[in-house]
């Protein structure tokens, strides 16, 4: 078992193509020992957003604090503290701040 802090945890700011003001901290990984998911949780400051992108792999997410929206291919979501979302594998996304504070999340994906 591993017990931590998520603040004992390595900010990572992401310099991806497309991303702007965004930042991540693995909370849980491999290097763990985790034998089937990653945990990591993403900071995306006020008019910041992550990529529009896709990708094999499912991943599932719960929003800490601040308001945003998720896009996919068709339509946009609003999201705020306690909204979940599922991205299934190939489906198109990205994850915008709308508010006046960062957007904080949750985010899970298969190893």
Not at 59 to 84: F, I, M, N, P, T
Request: contains cysteine; neutral net charge.
């Amino acid at each position: 078992m591993i017990v931590r802090r998520y603040t004992d945890v390595k900010t990572e700011a992401i310099n991806a193509e497309g991303a702007k003001g965004v930042a991540k901290r693995v909370l849980i990984s491999r290097s763990d020992g985790a034998p089937n998911f990653i945990m990591r949780q993403f900071t995306i400051e006020p008019g910041g957003n992550t990529p529009y992108h896709t990708h094999d792999w499912e991943h599932e997410v719960y929003v800490l604090s601040g308001k945003g929206r998720v896009r996919q291919s068709d339509s946009v979501c609003d999201l705020s503290a306690g909204s979940v979302v599922l991205v299934l594998p190939n489906e198109e996304h990205g994850f915008i701040n709308s508010g006046v504070e960062p957007l904080v999340f949750l985010c899970s994906v298969p190893k």
